[in-house]
């Protein structure tokens, strides 16, 4: 049973923010503490913290406009929205402190919603590029072996690969950069289930060779039957900090934040 709005008073509601910030103090591979951040005079994240630990996958949700793309843009350090406040921490560096290319010369790598694959380019000049920049990441060998199919569409040009393909090439191109922790807004919009179901298992094997992945996505069931943990933003604040498995066995807290 859906538990609606008007059914729980003020007293009965439950306290979903009883988990948040509660493993702040726990050692963790990569965290944020009280991040705010602005689009010029607009305050939208208002304060986020929570940790992630190595090799663990978090899901990031919330409801349209909840604030997660400016939160995955905040700790990319991105210069929009600005980050006016806070702390960000990768594997004991201060990310706070660093512009968006320093970030990702430290192994925070934003795959952006809209993919960003660069048209005229072919495949492997995609992922080449993405070498460029020292510390490289895994080689093109070890790219292929994870994603036969882009191996098999080396020579094609990017910008012509099915959705599917152009998700696991941006997720590749992240992969070939220096990478500790991947950060993915939305990777299943707009791809059928069947697409989404392969790029659930390449999420799986990444994760079984170590990396640390944050992921957005609204189609929320999909993504915290593939994270560990969970993290709930309403109006760029923390409302929940548990367990994915917690999120899914509670109707009431997704009806209240995620609708669904
Ligand atoms: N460039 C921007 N300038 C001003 N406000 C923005 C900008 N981008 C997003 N916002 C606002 O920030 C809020 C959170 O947006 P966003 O982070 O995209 O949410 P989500 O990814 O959870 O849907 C929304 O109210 C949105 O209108
Ligand atoms: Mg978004």
């Not at 960000?88 to 512009?99: F, R, V």
């Not at 925070?108 to 919603?113: A, D, G, I, K």
Request: charged letters at 25%.
């Amino acid at each position: 049973m859906v538990v609606t709005e008007d059914q729980l008073t003020t007293r009965e509601r439950p306290d979903f923010s009883r988990h948040a910030n509660q493993a702040a103090t726990a050692p963790a591979y990569f965290s944020c503490w009280d991040v705010h951040a602005y689009y010029g005079e607009s305050y939208i994240v208002q304060g986020v913290s929570f940790n992630v630990h190595e090799g663990e996958i978090l899901a990031l949700l919330g409801r349209n406009g909840a604030g997660k793309t400016s939160t995955l843009r905040a700790l990319a350090r991105l210069a929009d929205p600005e980050v006016k406040r806070g702390e960000i921490w990768l594997d004991h560096k201060p990310l706070h402190d660093m512009a968006s290319h320093e970030a990702a010369a430290s192994g925070l790598q934003l795959v952006p919603e809209d993919r960003r694959i660069i048209a005229g380019l072919t495949v492997e000049e995609n992922l080449q590029l993405a070498q460029i920049a020292p510390p490289i990441g895994w080689s093109l060998e070890r790219i292929y072996e994870l994603f036969p199919r882009l191996g098999e569409r080396r020579r094609q040009e990017g910008v012509t690969l099915s959705g599917g393909e152009q998700q696991m090439l941006a997720i590749a191109r992240a992969l070939a950069r220096n990478i500790k922790v991947l950060l993915l807004d939305e990777p299943y919009e707009g791809l059928a289930p069947v697409i989404v179901d392969e790029i659930e298992k390449t999420l799986n094997i990444i994760k079984e060779q170590g990396i640390t992945t944050v992921i957005v996505e609204q189609n929320a069931i999909r993504a915290l039957m593939l994270a560990d943990r969970a993290v709930i933003l309403d109006t760029g604040t923390v409302v929940f900090d548990g367990t994915a498995q917690e999120v899914l066995d509670d109707e009431a807290l997704r009806a209240e934040y995620l609708a669904i």
